[in-house]
């Protein structure tokens, strides 16, 4: 729902005129073509001219006036905030002929263009909104690729922590990296430990191979945790 408002003042020689009874006439305008909105007596929407409503005080009846009047195009009316208006405000036949007309053009709304068109919109090669389009896809493809909400995030950190702070043990004869968990005995990852020839080694490790947790992964060594040197 999108609306506009259309604002007037009137006055004459004495100041602000109050009491009138202004009337619109507005007008949709193309680079090839027109149409009457709001107009007698073949308005597209609505085929009379459109009242406008005088500023005034809160007072009932009001008190003071300031010679202020408003008209609210509304998307109900006609109003498209990508389109071009013009207007024409007509004060009453009770002002003089300077006084009594008053025109205007109604722009395109751009920030309703930047923040709140459809992308489809705005896909010309090479601009900024086709790459704001772009990012926002791929965003949501790596998003649901990888599935993480804040727990899944916490969760892999919390792996990381502990590969990062917890026991780790090299086993010379298997040629293997161990990482265990805090308690220092529950196996979180085993690793294939490999020389820069490709040959399982624990001397000029280039790589280390993570393999799946099996049977075969648990702790063998009888030295304790934390601060122990293995015998």
């Given at each position: 729902m999108a609306d506009?408002?259309?604002?007037?003042?009137?006055?004459?020689?004495?100041?602000?005129?109050?009491?009138?009874?202004?009337t619109v006439r507005i007008w949709e305008v193309t680079g090839s073509g027109h149409d009457l909105v709001i107009g007698s007596p073949c308005g597209s929407v609505q085929n009379v001219d459109g009242a406008m409503t005088e500023l005034?005080?809160?007072?009932?009846?009001a008190t003071t006036t300031d010679g202020f009047y408003r008209f609210t195009f509304t998307s109900?009316?006609?109003?498209?905030?990508?389109?071009?208006?013009?207007?024409r405000?007509?004060?009453?036949?009770?002002?003089?002929?300077?006084n009594r007309y008053q025109v205007r053009e109604i722009p395109p709304d751009t920030a309703y263009q930047v923040w709140s068109e459809?992308?489809?919109?705005?896909?010309?090669?090479?601009?900024?909104?086709?790459?704001?389009?772009?990012?926002?896809?791929?965003?949501?493809n790596i998003s649901n690729a990888l599935y993480l909400d804040t727990d899944s995030v916490?969760?892999?950190?919390?792996?990381?922590?502990?590969?990062?702070?917890g026991r780790t043990r090299i086993d010379?004869?298997?040629?293997?990296?161990?990482?265990?968990?805090?308690d220092c005995t529950t196996v979180l990852r085993v690793y294939d430990l490999y020389n820069a020839s490709g040959?399982?080694?624990?001397?000029?490790?280039?790589?280390?191979?993570p393999r799946s947790k099996g049977a075969g992964d648990t702790l063998t060594f009888t030295d304790t945790c934390p601060g122990s040197v293995p015998s």
């Open positions: 506009i408002i259309i604002g007037s003042f009137f006055s004459n020689i004495s100041g602000p005129v109050s009491g009138l009874s202004p005034d005080d809160c007072g009932s009846p109900a009316l006609g109003y498209d905030p990508t389109k071009t208006y013009v207007v405000v007509d004060g009453g036949a009770s002002l003089s002929s300077g459809q992308t489809s919109d705005h896909l010309i090669a090479g601009s900024t909104g086709l790459a704001l389009a772009q990012t926002k896809a791929e965003t949501t916490l969760n892999v950190l919390e792996v990381l922590t502990k590969h990062e702070l010379p004869t298997a040629k293997t990296l161990t990482v265990y968990d805090e040959t399982k080694s624990v001397e000029d490790v280039c790589e280390r191979v």
